[in-house]
């Protein structure tokens, strides 16, 4: 009920914030991404499980202009690395190590 509110009260200030021209938003973008790229140096890049994704996930950003779809690439790949390292652990008895 408090986000059908939210939205409720969000349609009296749509016409306001559609009134902003989309130039004018480009320097708060510019500073939310460097806020977010911060962030890389926070990523274990000695472990090729979590390094691999980082990577993945920063590189796919500029590639197809969505957070949304380098996210979504980023957590596939984690997954998947990290279960195949998994998978090659519980096989080998725990002689392989990755």
Excluded: H, Q
């Excluded at 950003?61 to 997954?79: K, N, V, W």
């Excluded at 690395?81 to 002689?95: K, M, P």
Aim: net charge neutral; glycine share 8%.
């Amino acid at each position: 009920m408090v986000t059908g509110f939210c939205f409720f009260i969000s349609i009296f200030f749509a016409l306001i914030f559609a009134s902003i021209p989309p130039w004018a938003t480009g320097c708060t973008l510019i500073i939310v991404g460097v806020i977010m790229a911060k962030a890389a140096k926070d990523i274990n890049w000695r472990y090729f499980g979590d390094a691999l994704p980082g990577f993945i996930t920063l590189d796919v950003r500029p590639f197809t202009y969505s957070i949304d779809y380098s996210l979504i690439a980023g957590i596939i790949s984690y997954m998947i690395i990290n279960t195949a390292t998994w998978l090659v652990e519980l096989i080998s008895g725990g002689r392989i190590v990755v």
